[in-house]
Structure formats: structure tokens, C-alpha cells
């Protein structure tokens, strides 16, 4: 049998994925909230991509949306890099939406484009992350960080001991994980 190959599927997700067969037990009503947050995704995805591509233009944002052109703004005000992979290792790296270090301080910003709550501690372990990837000690640097979402703005200094202790998690968790996967 020759398969067909597909192309134009690739990097898409189904709404109703095999893989994801909670589906099986929907009713309408939860269908519809599903599409409706598959759909709430890919705008959210859609937004980070603009901001993006704004941020690396150097284009500023007016205020239509308040956090996304806030956020846009500040980034290029601020000189930061955009779409920043920070790693320590194959267990534990991540992609801080922008980020700078400037005259010994760390500023990591965020972009939410949903509507549930959310909590610092991304961006605290992104902090770490740039830690422990420039060997640089959190007691030894200002460190702020914020969260853009809907027309408000969270800015947070986390506690170098909060940050140091991350660092610690990361690479205990780290070494515990190699030790796993030698013995399987």
C-alpha cells in the first residue's frame, strides 16, 4: 500500500486527535468549549507571533490592545531580545518571551493572552534558568519580572533566595532524571 503523505497536515492539530480521545465522551456543550479554547490558542499563538515580529522590527504598538502593545513597547524601549531559548540542560530549558541583562539586571516579560490566572513562578524559573546558564549569581543581580495580560501588568522582584533555590530543584531534579534513565 503506498500512503498518502499529507504535507499540508504538518505542525496542525486535530480537534478531534486520536491522541487526545477525551473527546469520545463530549456533549455538545463541551464540544463547543473546546473549539472555543483550541480557537483561543491559536489567536494566543497568533498574538506571540505579532509581538514578535514587532518587537524584532523595532515597530512600536498603539494602544489598541493594552497588554499586547504595552508589552510590544516596552520590549523595544527596554532593548530586549525576543523569543530567547534559555537552557541548562536537555531536561530543563524553555523560550522567555523577551529578555534583557543590562547593567546588572535581569528584566524577563511575559505575554499571556488567555483569561485564567497566572503565577510568577515561570518566569522565576526562567531566572534561574539565565542563572545557571551564565553562571551568574541571582544574589548578585536585580532581578524583574512581568507578566502583560489583559490591561494589566504584574511586575515582580523575586527574592534571590526564591531564585537560588530553582537553581538548586534544577540541578538536583537534573542529575535525579540521568540517574533514571541509566538505570532503565
Not at 455538545?28 to 472555543?36: F, Q, S, Y
Not at 505579532?50 to 498603539?62: E, F, N, P, T
Not at 527596554?78 to 535581569?106: H, V, W
Not at 539565565?130 to 495580560?149: A, K, T, V, W
Request: charged content about 25%; overall charge negative.
Amino acid at each position: 500500500m503506498l500512503f498518502r503523505r499529507h504535507l499540508e497536515l504538518a505542525g496542525k492539530h486535530a480537534v478531534l486527535s486520536p491522541s487526545s480521545y477525551s473527546w469520545l465522551n463530549y456533549d455538545d456543550t463541551k464540544l463547543e468549549a473546546r473549539v472555543i479554547s483550541l480557537q483561543a490558542a491559536r489567536r494566543g499563538t497568533d498574538l506571540h507571533n505579532l509581538a514578535h515580529q514587532a518587537i524584532r522590527l523595532g515597530i512600536k504598538l498603539s494602544k489598541g490592545n493594552q497588554a499586547l502593545s504595552t508589552y510590544v513597547n516596552d520590549a523595544i524601549g527596554y532593548k530586549m531580545a525576543t523569543e530567547q531559548p534559555l537552557y541548562y540542560s536537555d531536561n530543563c530549558f524553555g523560550t522567555a518571551d523577551t529578555i534583557s541583562f543590562r547593567r546588572n539586571k535581569l528584566r524577563i516579560h511575559d505575554l499571556k493572552t488567555g483569561i485564567t490566572r497566572t503565577s510568577e513562578k515561570q518566569l522565576q524559573i526562567y531566572a534561574a534558568l539565565f542563572c545557571l546558564e551564565y553562571g551568574i549569581s541571582p544574589f548578585d543581580i536585580d532581578i524583574e519580572l512581568r507578566i502583560y495580560q489583559r490591561d494589566d501588568i504584574h511586575v515582580f522582584e523575586p527574592f534571590p533566595e526564591t531564585i537560588k533555590h530553582i537553581m538548586e530543584l534544577i540541578i538536583d531534579f537534573d542529575q535525579q532524571i540521568e540517574e533514571f534513565r541509566e538505570e532503565l
